[in-house]
């Protein structure tokens, strides 16, 4: 288990004097970056081999957003399942108590094939030695047909990632911008499930499509359809948003 201290930006602090959810996504990439990079199996590392990682599904609950100069411990670990999926849990607290914690999948790819890989073929010693039970599955989004929105967004260069693709953080903030602003306005995310079907590259815009869910009294949900300038579904987020308080 990794466990490192973050403060909170300047720059990563919204209207209402909050930690932005994307600045929290950011120190969650960054601590499981670190953590491969101890194990050598960072994107770095596998794309010598023709081999890296790609993000399958995501759920994130966020319990409160703290202000600017907090610190944030995170905590990760993770655990292989099946032999296939990566599976990194993260916890994150500060000076107040707990914050947020996500669960995510990763797998390995053949960039050439584009084929899922055994774990086992391409691990090291310490992957293996240091896995420890991760708790919980993955999301289970619902299936939705008609949508009520659609926002179009433009993938820009500083968008994509080590691979060439775009970065799964970009695509919460499409999900988040996506939803009305009478909405925005007045609730915050508090929890988000992801689940990334294909990568959306530098070329052209994603259309994003967006449903209201049923959701309590107090809170607000939505389903969103990531789809690609190809006409293809490339990720599907629901969020959840409860009122700021």
């Keep these: 288990m990794l466990e490192a201290e973050y403060p909170i930006p ?3 602090i919204g209207p209402d004097g909050a930690m932005k959810l994307s600045v929290l996504l950011d120190i969650l990439q960054d601590m499981a ?15 010598p081999k023709g081999v890296s990682w790609v993000l399958r599904q995501y759920r994130i609950a966020v319990g409160r ?34 914050v947020a914690s996500a669960w995510t999948s990763w797998i390995l790819i053949d960039i050439g094939r584009g084929r899922p890989l055994r774990l086992d073929r391409h691990s090291t010693e310490v992957y293996v030695q240091e896995s420890l039970p991760v708790d919980g599955d993955a999301p289970n989004l619902p299936a939705v047909e008609e949508f009520e929105r659609e926002n179009f967004f433009s993938v820009r260069r500083w968008d994509l990632d080590r691979n060439a693709h775009v970065n799964n953080a970009v ?12 909405v925005a306005d007045v609730f915050e995310p508090a929890l988000v499930e992801a689940e990334y ?9 994603v259309r994003v499509r967006t449903a209201p869910l049923p959701a309590e009294e107090e809170m607000r ?11 293809e579904v490339k990720a599907n987020f629901a969020t959840r948003w409860r009122a700021r308080k």
């Design 197 to 205: 079907l294909k990568p959306v590259e530098k070329n052209g815009d």
């Design 10 to 12: 300047y720059a990563g």
């Design 171 to 182: 695509y919460f903030s499409w999900a988040i911008e996506s939803v009305p602003d009478e």
């Design 221 to 231: 949900s939505f389903f969103h359809s990531i789809v690609g300038p190809d006409g």
């Design 65 to 98: 957003y703290p202000g600017y100069k907090s610190r944030l411990n995170v905590r990760t670990w993770h655990e292989p399942r099946r032999n296939l999926h990566s599976v990194r849990a993260f916890q994150v607290r500060d000076a107040e108590g707990p």
């Design 33 to 47: 970056d670190r953590d491969a990079h101890r194990m050598s199996m960072t994107v770095a590392d596998l794309l």
